[in-house]
Protein backbone atom coordinates (compact mmCIF):
# COMPACT_ATOMS: atom_id res chain seq x y z
CA UNK A 1 0.00 0.00 0.00
CA UNK A 2 1.26 3.39 -0.94
CA UNK A 3 -0.32 6.70 0.28
CA UNK A 4 0.39 10.10 -1.37
CA UNK A 5 0.04 13.47 0.03
CA UNK A 6 -0.04 16.06 -2.15
CA UNK A 7 0.50 20.16 -1.14
CA UNK A 8 1.20 23.23 -2.66
CA UNK A 9 -1.94 24.29 -4.87
CA UNK A 10 -3.15 27.90 -4.89
CA UNK A 11 -4.69 30.98 -6.47
CA UNK A 12 -1.58 32.53 -8.69
CA UNK A 13 -1.75 35.12 -11.90
CA UNK A 14 -1.24 33.77 -15.11
CA UNK A 15 2.13 33.88 -16.09
CA UNK A 16 2.87 32.75 -12.28
CA UNK A 17 4.31 30.15 -11.27
CA UNK A 18 3.46 27.15 -8.28
CA UNK A 19 5.24 23.59 -7.61
CA UNK A 20 3.18 21.12 -6.45
CA UNK A 21 4.50 18.40 -3.82
CA UNK A 22 3.70 14.99 -3.47
CA UNK A 23 4.88 12.45 -0.31
CA UNK A 24 4.31 9.23 -0.26
CA UNK A 25 4.56 6.57 2.18
CA UNK A 26 4.34 3.14 2.84
CA UNK A 27 6.93 1.54 -0.03
CA UNK A 28 10.86 2.31 -1.10
CA UNK A 29 10.03 5.50 -2.84
CA UNK A 30 12.98 4.66 -5.41
CA UNK A 31 10.99 1.93 -6.67
CA UNK A 32 7.21 3.71 -7.32
CA UNK A 33 7.07 5.57 -10.66
CA UNK A 34 5.04 8.81 -9.99
CA UNK A 35 2.82 10.92 -12.15
CA UNK A 36 0.71 14.24 -12.20
CA UNK A 37 -2.77 14.39 -13.60
CA UNK A 38 -5.22 16.92 -13.26
CA UNK A 39 -9.28 17.39 -13.52
CA UNK A 40 -11.28 20.08 -14.38
CA UNK A 41 -15.55 20.18 -14.18
CA UNK A 42 -16.98 18.26 -16.95
CA UNK A 43 -13.86 17.23 -18.31
CA UNK A 44 -11.59 13.43 -18.24
CA UNK A 45 -8.76 13.12 -16.10
CA UNK A 46 -5.90 14.62 -18.17
CA UNK A 47 -2.23 13.50 -17.67
CA UNK A 48 0.21 16.01 -17.07
CA UNK A 49 3.42 14.18 -16.12
CA UNK A 50 5.09 11.31 -15.00
CA UNK A 51 8.76 10.26 -14.13
CA UNK A 52 9.55 6.35 -13.80
CA UNK A 53 10.89 4.92 -11.00
CA UNK A 54 14.69 5.28 -10.15
CA UNK A 55 15.31 1.88 -11.23
CA UNK A 56 13.88 2.75 -14.47
CA UNK A 57 16.51 5.68 -14.50
CA UNK A 58 13.92 8.55 -13.52
CA UNK A 59 12.88 9.86 -17.01
CA UNK A 60 10.25 12.38 -17.24
CA UNK A 61 7.22 12.61 -19.90
CA UNK A 62 5.09 15.42 -20.26
CA UNK A 63 1.85 16.58 -22.23
CA UNK A 64 2.16 18.78 -25.02
CA UNK A 65 0.32 21.31 -23.43
CA UNK A 66 2.45 21.71 -20.33
CA UNK A 67 6.30 20.53 -22.06
CA UNK A 68 8.52 23.34 -21.55
CA UNK A 69 6.65 25.09 -18.66
CA UNK A 70 6.18 22.28 -16.12
CA UNK A 71 9.21 20.40 -14.31
CA UNK A 72 8.43 16.96 -12.78
CA UNK A 73 11.64 16.02 -10.08
CA UNK A 74 11.73 13.24 -7.34
CA UNK A 75 13.80 13.16 -4.50
CA UNK A 76 14.49 9.82 -3.07
CA UNK A 77 16.12 11.08 0.45
CA UNK A 78 12.53 13.22 1.20
CA UNK A 79 9.96 10.30 -0.75
CA UNK A 80 8.64 13.09 -2.37
CA UNK A 81 7.81 13.84 -6.43
CA UNK A 82 7.92 17.52 -7.47
CA UNK A 83 5.42 19.57 -10.08
CA UNK A 84 7.40 23.21 -11.04
CA UNK A 85 4.76 24.71 -12.62
CA UNK A 86 6.10 28.05 -14.46
CA UNK A 87 4.17 30.68 -16.88
CA UNK A 88 0.92 29.13 -15.68
CA UNK A 89 -1.99 30.07 -18.03
CA UNK A 90 -5.80 30.17 -17.14
CA UNK A 91 -6.76 26.95 -18.86
CA UNK A 92 -4.22 25.01 -16.10
CA UNK A 93 -6.88 25.54 -13.72
CA UNK A 94 -7.95 22.21 -12.21
CA UNK A 95 -7.70 19.77 -9.55
CA UNK A 96 -4.20 17.95 -9.61
CA UNK A 97 -3.70 14.86 -8.34
CA UNK A 98 -0.71 12.88 -8.04
CA UNK A 99 -0.42 8.91 -8.81
CA UNK A 100 2.16 6.45 -7.74
CA UNK A 101 2.60 2.45 -8.86
CA UNK A 102 5.05 0.19 -8.48
CA UNK A 103 7.31 -0.61 -10.97
CA UNK A 104 7.33 1.13 -14.35
CA UNK A 105 4.39 -0.57 -16.51
CA UNK A 106 0.67 -0.94 -15.76
CA UNK A 107 -1.83 1.34 -14.58
CA UNK A 108 -1.26 3.66 -11.75
CA UNK A 109 -2.69 2.10 -8.33
CA UNK A 110 -2.25 5.00 -5.92
CA UNK A 111 -3.82 8.10 -5.69
CA UNK A 112 -3.67 11.09 -3.66
CA UNK A 113 -6.46 13.31 -2.48
CA UNK A 114 -6.09 16.15 -5.18
CA UNK A 115 -4.70 20.40 -4.98
CA UNK A 116 -6.65 22.67 -6.68
CA UNK A 117 -4.87 24.94 -8.55
CA UNK A 118 -6.39 28.14 -9.89
CA UNK A 119 -4.99 30.83 -12.74
CA UNK A 120 -6.36 33.98 -13.19
CA UNK A 121 -6.25 36.09 -16.02
Known amino acids: QVTLVESGGGLVQAGGSLTLSCAASGRTFRTIAMAWFRRTPGKDREFVSAVTSSYGGAVPTYADSVKGRFTISRDNNKDTVYLQMNSLKPEDTAVYYC????????????WGQGTQVTVSS
Open 99 to 110: AGRVGDRGSYDY
